[in-house]
Structures are given as C-alpha cells and as structure tokens.
C-alpha cells in the first residue's frame, strides 16, 4: 500500500503492452498504488468482449484478496492527478459503487436512463457485502447472456442493467464527474463543461478491437489513434520516461 486506502486495478492483454505502460507510468507519479492482471490472449473474433467480460472476475478477486476499497481503470487510460482522497472520502462516507455518467444528450439524441450513459472504464466499488453482492451478479448475468451465445455488453451494459432493474436493493451510488472519466475525443467533448479537468482520461484505443469483422468508420479510427499518439506523447514529456524502453 503506497499512500491510500483505495488499490487501483487494470488488466490488459498482450496486445495492450503499451497502452498499460502509459496507465502504470502516470499511476506511478501520483502516487497512488496499481494492481495489475495479465490476461490470456482470447481467439481475435471475440477478443474485446471476452476481455472485457473480465472485469467483474478481476474486481471481486480483488476485494476479496486485499479487502480494500478497489477502482477499476482501463489500461488504456491515463491518470493526471490524485485520484485516491475523493474516493477514500466516499468509502467514508459508506457509498458502495461510483462511476461517471456520460452526458450522451450533449452528443447525441439516442435513447438512455435519465442520468445519462453509465461508464465503466472508472468504476470504483467499495468493500461492502452490496458491492461484493453486485459484482456476483455482474458475473452471474454475463455466464448467463454467454451461454447464450452472446458476448456482447459484458464489461458495461449487463452491469447497466442491473443498476436498472435495482437488482441490489439498497445500493449506496454515487454519480462522479466526468474529471475521472474524460474522453477526449472531438466527438465526445461536448459532454463535459469546458473547464472540466482530467484527471483520469480515457483514450479508448479499445474501439479498433471491439468488433473486428465490421467494416470500419476509418474517420474515427484515425480519431482514436490519434488520441493514443498525444497521450503517449504527453506521458512521456511528464514522466520524462521514453515508453518504448
């Protein structure tokens, strides 16, 4: 334990080497403590979803092992300022889950639950019996939707829906700002206020693996990679630290 009651987790596969180096490097500086999982490569059709499916499985593993408060962050991401004493606070408080909803209004006219989009790639959950209670059904639900052939929505939207259907009852969450789970995208900034800051920020190189066999929308593609090249950019002017060593 570094300097936190909070243990931040990511787990990546080997195709995301990189993208978790930028995750380690800037968890590092702030100081706040980072356990990492490893995981298998998966057959390249489902690879997003299977890995991605991971996430509950990796979080209630890291409760149980070090009994302390955990967030997930993707390994794709990057972490600009302190992170732990805002969500020490609210285990203090007795919350047990908080994430950031997306203003998906700003962007777009789909429809959505009242709050907004739920995000995942920051989800902090609490070591309480009802985060604990919702990860197993987390899990639960996505061996179901599995063995039914589908392998979509694993690492978010089954999580969604049982936020929906009040599948915990009683469940302490808390809404966070977009400053712990920024996009920074072109297409995405309209969502946040313009002087929000990031402090946790998503690059989401993700997408060019989710769905492999769909043709692509290559202007997002060169979106995405490019984001990806200014936050290994950034990275390595803070951290003075070349990320290909």
């Given amino acids: 334990m570094i300097g936190s009651s909070m243990l931040i987790v990511t ?16 968890a590092a500086a702030q ?27 990796v979080l209630l593993d890291a409760l149980h092992r070090f009994k302390r408060p955990v967030m997930w962050i993707d390994s794709d991401a990057a972490i600009w300022g302190r992170v732990s004493p805002f969500f020490d606070t609210l285990a203090e408080q007795g919350v047990d889950m908080a994430c950031h909803w997306f203003n ?29 209670d919702l990860l197993g059904a987390w899990i639960a639900r996505n061996w179901s939707k599995q063995q039914a052939g589908d392998w979509t929505g694993g690492g978010q939207r089954n999580l969604w829906e049982l936020i929906r259907d009040n599948a915990i009852p ?25 002087d929000e800051p990031k402090i946790i920020e998503h690059f989401i190189a993700s997408r060019e693996n989710r769905e492999p066999s769909k ?3 290559e202007r997002k593609l060169v979106e995405y990679r490019q984001a990806v090249a200014d936050a290994k950019a950034k990275i390595e002017n803070a951290t003075h630290t070349n990320l290909e060593d």
């Fill in 215 to 217: 043709p692509r929308n």
């Fill in 31 to 57: 100081d706040e403590d980072l356990h990492v999982v490893r995981l298998p490569e998966y057959p390249a059709a489902q690879r997003w979803h299977m890995a991605t499916a991971q996430k509950p499985l």
């Fill in 104 to 132: 998906q209004d700003a962007v777009d006219s789909r429809p959505r639950h009242p709050h907004g989009r739920m995000l995942t790639g920051t989800l902090w959950l609490n070591n309480t019996p009802r985060a604990r």
């Fill in 11 to 26: 787990a990546y596969t080997p195709d995301y080497v990189d993208h978790f180096q930028r995750l380690r490097w800037t």
């Fill in 170 to 194: 009683d469940l302490r969450m808390e809404r966070v700002g977009g400053r712990y789970c920024y996009i920074d995208l072109p297409s995405k900034r309209k969502a946040y206020p313009a």
